[in-house]
């Protein structure tokens, strides 16, 4: 069944607070990305490099730790909440190239963005994903600094 108001086509199995938090951040790192290549496409410049290399400096786990950092002071006891359990989830090792301490942080924010997703929070989620995309070129170039 398709969910009019927004991109969910199949529904959970379980209520979203009794899905595992790496679940969540599964699904939370698909419409994270997903969100950032349609800001991106909103933009006037289409080439494909440029594309991947914008959209890297906003999905990597040190530009995800970023923005988590952003959003703390502004989320809910509930939100703060889904961040703990996603930041505390066994997520497995993180990838070679990423800290383990901005990988825990990114999959916090994906169990966060997945959370808000499935209860079709697209407003609050929204609102997050301005504030990340605020001063994105300054962030954008801060972030291909320190992946030097």
Not at 21 to 37: H, K, N, S, T
Not at 62 to 87: F, M, N, S, Y
Request: aromatic share 10%; hydrophobic share 40%; with cysteine.
């Amino acid at each position: 069944m398709m969910d009019t108001n927004g991109l969910l086509f199949y529904p959970p199995a379980k209520q979203t607070n009794l899905i595992n938090p790496v679940v969540l951040a599964y699904v939370g790192d698909a419409v994270f990305e997903m969100i950032v290549r349609q800001y991106l496409v909103a933009k006037p410049n289409h080439k494909s490099n440029y594309l991947h290399r914008q959209a890297t400096s906003f999905v990597s786990a040190k530009a995800q730790r970023v923005i988590l950092e952003r959003w703390q002071p502004l989320l809910t006891e509930h939100e703060a909440d889904i961040v703990r359990r996603g930041r505390n989830a066994k997520s497995g090792a993180p990838p070679k190239n990423a800290d383990l301490a901005d990988y825990r942080q990114a999959t916090a924010l994906e169990c966060l963005v997945g959370y808000l997703y499935y209860e079709k929070q697209t407003d609050r989620l929204r609102e997050l994903m301005e504030i990340a995309f605020q001063d994105s070129s300054a962030a954008a170039g801060h972030f291909e600094e320190d992946n030097r």
